[in-house]
């Protein structure tokens, strides 16, 4: 179809082909709104391809004119007259002005009068147009120039625009077009402002444009200016929601999240104070509960933020909870679920805010003007609400405003959700790591204990470290630190399955290095069992991994033994206050297999300090483990008064702000068991040793106060050495200890372990055992260097 041009059709087209300015006229023969084609390829307009005359000169940089096929809207072809026009803007690239109209000049001089091929189409176009001689004064103005200038064409005409206005912003205008007539080279210009009267802000795009003869030489200049206020608010909003993506939702914490939100509101300029209100399971983490009708509704003032310093316009304070009456403006558009504009007048916000004296009062002291209400929503649940409002700006909130708002709180809403997931799957995964980890470490003689147990801080999940106590026989205790691969619920159920199996192989009482062997064997088989149909393959793939220190210690010997796999070593701070990191053999990480794990043992002063931790204390904060040893020695060589002191110096070494990986950190402090509480004596061969062993406990028991024990204990004591004569073989040794508990230690040569069991009944033997598993509370076995040790604890008399 053949289209009429409009007369004010005008585009503007930069270096790399996409639209800039886009005229009403344009808009009224395409059909397009300058929000969907600014920014466009110019190309997705033609519907066929340009002439070759005006390919050719648009490529020389030359003035082309010619009839043009272009895409309407609705999908019709529409053929017009164009004239395209080289420009340069200020980086000197250049640019295409396209008209509907062909403006022409002569060559001759411009010399403060019209130009002789002043086209009348050109003088009635509402694109203001005006043109200048050589010495910057006026010559001709069109009358949209005149308008917006305020002046009619025969008073500025000869004046130049200092002189028509002597006000800024026209003394920079006229800086600039002096700057044209003396280079020679096109000038575009973007300007923003309030005109008078006005409340919303204009934007104008300038082109200024120098008038050449066909020698080059500079005749004059025009002025060609478009109103691009609905680009140019456009952007803004677009800057808002580009700002809105970037900021909001960098931490997996709801509060700051919704902080991040008011912030970027804000500091934007969109409005002038924000508050966000969170149904209160939203803001502990929990699934937010549905929204029952006509039911006052509760909400935790998370996040607020003003451009006056301490959100002096709030009544509700930063983590004060809000309640929203049942039939409540608020409420009503929470449920509705969709965001409303209010002006102080409305009845429905006047009755919200005369419901309340201080925000009533707050309203009047503040001069709010402009209201928003917007549900915070995310995967079709209602999470809270959001108030935007104006005071110190002038302009109220339009229907756009509150698309942009809907658009802001819609991606903040995601990050809120997602934060609130993350909250509730940590908190789960804490209370499931610290529900495997010890309530409270054992009160013993043979040492004192601290520790401390800090979680990760990290956006990732929790970590898998643990550490343990055990009580073992002969007054002995293990200590077991360590730290599984990897972060979140599944680390921590390994790392409860690796404490129960180090439990349960302590309770065998094997020493450090077969522990550590038979703890391998048992990550290989976890790797293995979760997961070969994924792998597709029988081989363990490293994918479940730990380090582990773990240490036994005898008050009784002040022996300590020790073995690690892949753990950083133990440090030891002698009484008189020297420190060192013990050289225990490293050992392969659990999981690798085929390596052997090497224990070494330390004797160890009566209170000394062992220190036992993981990874994380000495790599916090991402420096080197050499930077990490060391300040972990300065903090444990600083004298303290407690263990809980110490381990608080030991902390105040970390970076401020919570840890990137689970530390762990545990102090002993050795005892020795007094010399009067362990009684021992070597024992022959001989089944009148029987007897004579009887004896001495009995006499033992006696002297230590214990008579009520005296029967049991001798009963127990002539079945064990009855037990080691029979089966077993020298040395014999029997061996008493006065502790929390009473224990009986019967050792030999043989490393046969006896078995308990039920004796038929015309059986003569097989009901020692029985009889003693019977009178003791506990009893077991162990392996020693030599051969095994039968053990029994007794429970002391009451009062002893």
């Known amino acids: 179809m053949e289209g009429r041009v409009p007369e004010d059709l005008a585009v503007v087209v930069d270096a790399d082909g996409a639209i800039m300015v886009w005229s009403d006229g344009a808009r009224r023969l395409l059909g397009y709104e300058p929000a969907e084609i600014v920014g466009r390829p110019v190309g997705d307009l033609l519907a066929a391809r340009l002439p070759e005359s005006t390919r050719r000169h648009a490529a020389e940089g030359r003035r082309w004119a010619g009839e043009v096929a272009l895409w309407h809207r609705d999908g019709n072809r529409v053929v017009v007259r164009l004239q395209g026009t080289p420009l340069l ?8 002005l396209v008209t509907g109209t062909v403006p022409a000049y002569t060559a001759a001089r411009v010399d403060r009068a019209p130009l002789p091929l002043w086209d009348l189409t050109l003088a009635r176009l509402p694109v203001p147009v005006a043109v200048y001689d050589r010495d910057a004064r006026l010559v001709a103005a069109n009358e949209s120039m005149t308008e917006v200038m305020g002046r009619s064409e025969e008073e500025m005409k000869g004046l130049t625009l ?3 206005e002597p006000n800024p912003p026209f003394d920079a205008y006229d800086r600039l077009q002096r700057e044209v007539l003396r280079t020679g080279e096109m000038v575009f210009h973007e300007e923003h402002g309030k005109a008078p009267g006005e409340i919303r802000p204009h934007a104008w795009s300038m082109f200024m444009s120098p008038l050449k003869d066909e020698t080059g030489a500079v005749l004059g200049m025009s002025a060609t200016v478009f109103d691009t206020t609905e680009q140019y608010w456009a952007r803004r ?17 709801v509060t700051r999240t919704a902080e991040e939100m008011a912030e970027v509101a804000v500091a934007g300029g969109f409005a002038d104070f924000v508050t966000v209100d969170l149904l209160e399971s939203v803001a502990l983490g929990d699934e937010p509960a549905p929204l029952p009708p006509d039911t006052p509704v509760t909400l935790r003032r998370t996040a607020q933020r003003s451009v006056l310093e301490g959100c002096p316009e709030s009544v509700v304070a930063s983590g004060a909870t809000t309640r929203y009456p049942a039939g409540a403006l608020p409420l009503r558009t929470l449920t509705a679920g969709r965001g409303a504009r209010h002006r102080p007048g409305d009845p429905e916000l006047r009755e919200w805010l005369t419901a309340s004296p201080g925000r009533a009062e707050s309203v009047s002291r503040h001069l709010i003007h402009s209201v928003m209400m917007v549900p ?5 649940v209602t999470l809270g609400l959001v108030h935007f409002l104006r005071h110190r700006t002038p302009d109220p909130f339009s229907e756009d405003d509150l698309v942009l708002a809907e658009d802001i709180v819609a991606r903040a809403a995601v ?28 009160r013993l003689a043979a040492m004192d204990l601290a520790y401390r147990y800090l979680p990760t801080g990290a956006g990732a999940d929790l970590g898998g470290d ?7 026989s002969g007054a002995r205790v293990a200590l077991v630190v360590g730290d599984v691969v990897g972060h979140g ?10 404490r129960t199996a180090v439990r349960t192989l302590a309770d065998v009482d094997l020493a450090p290095d077969e522990l550590l062997t038979q703890l391998d064997d048992l990550v290989i088989r976890l790797d293995r069992e979760e997961g070969p149909e994924a792998r597709g393959s029988e081989e363990a793939s490293g994918q479940v991994g730990a380090t582990c220190l773990y240490a036994v210690y005898d008050p009784v010997s002040r022996r300590c033994t020790m073995a690690r796999a892949g753990h950083p070593p133990p440090a030891l701070v002698t009484p008189d206050g020297d420190v060192r990191f013990l050289d225990v053999p490293a050992g392969p990480p659990l999981g690798l297999g085929g390596l052997p794990f090497e224990a070494v043992e330390v004797q160890l002063e009566e209170n000394s300090l062992l220190a036992l931790y993981t990874n994380g204390l000495i790599e916090a904060g991402g420096h080197d483990i050499e930077i990490g040893t060391a300040l972990l020695r300065r903090a444990l060589g600083s004298p303290a008064a ?7 110096r030991v902390l105040s070494t970390l970076p401020a702000g919570r840890p990137t990986d689970d530390i762990v950190l545990m102090l002993a402090r050795t005892a020795v068991l007094d010399a009067g509480k362990v009684r021992t004596w070597q024992l022959p061969p001989d089944p009148a040793a029987v007897a004579r062993a009887r004896k001495m406990t009995g006499e033992q028991l006696a002297e230590w106060g214990l008579a009520e024990a005296e029967f049991a204990t001798e009963l127990i004591v002539s079945e064990l050495v009855t037990n080691a004569l029979r089966y077993g073989g020298a040395p014999i040794e029997l061996r008493l200890i006065r502790d929390a508990t009473l224990i009986c230690e019967v050792s030999d040569g043989s490393s046969t372990a006896p078995h308990l069991r039920r004796a038929r009944v015309f059986d003569e033997g097989g009901r020692g055992l029985l009889l003693v598993a019977q009178l003791a509370e506990r009893w077991g076995t162990r392996q020693t260097p030599t051969g095994k040790t039968i053990w029994t604890e007794q429970s002391l008399p009451t009062g002893v």
Not at 376 to 380: E, S, V
Not at 415 to 438: G, I, K, M, Y
Not at 466 to 472: K, N, R, S, Y
């Open 89 to 96: 803007d200020a980086q000197g690239r250049r640019l295409w």
């Open 162 to 164: 200092w002189e028509i």
């Open 237 to 253: 909003r677009l800057a808002v929601l580009n700002e809105a993506s970037l900021r909001i939702g960098s931490t997996l914490d």
């Open 376 to 380: 915070l929503r995310a995967r079709g």
């Open 415 to 442: 990050s809120v959700d997602n934060a609130r997931r993350f909250t509730r799957e940590r908190r789960t995964a804490l209370a499931l790591q610290r529900s495997l980890l010890p309530d409270r470490l054992p």
């Open 466 to 472: 643990w550490f343990d106590v055990i009580p073992l």
């Open 489 to 498: 619920i599944h680390a921590s159920a390994t790392m409860g399955r690796l």
């Open 642 to 648: 407690t263990l809980e002191e110490t381990c608080d």
